[in-house]
């Protein structure tokens, strides 16, 4: 039986205050990716509209 594992890149904003974080944080919308290239993408496009990132 083969097994095959799925890495996922989460990123938790919030988007009054714009930051961006890589842990949880209680009230923060949390956004799941299964691609790597799109999650990178996907903070650039954060990083270009003024997103912190903690």
Known sequence: MMTTE???????????RKIA???AIDGYIRYDFRDHGH????????QDGGYLFQ
């Open 39 to 46: 999650f990178l993408h996907y903070m650039q496009e954060l």
């Open 21 to 23: 974080s890589f842990h």
């Open 6 to 16: 799925t890495t996922i890149w989460t990123v938790w904003l919030n988007q009054a």
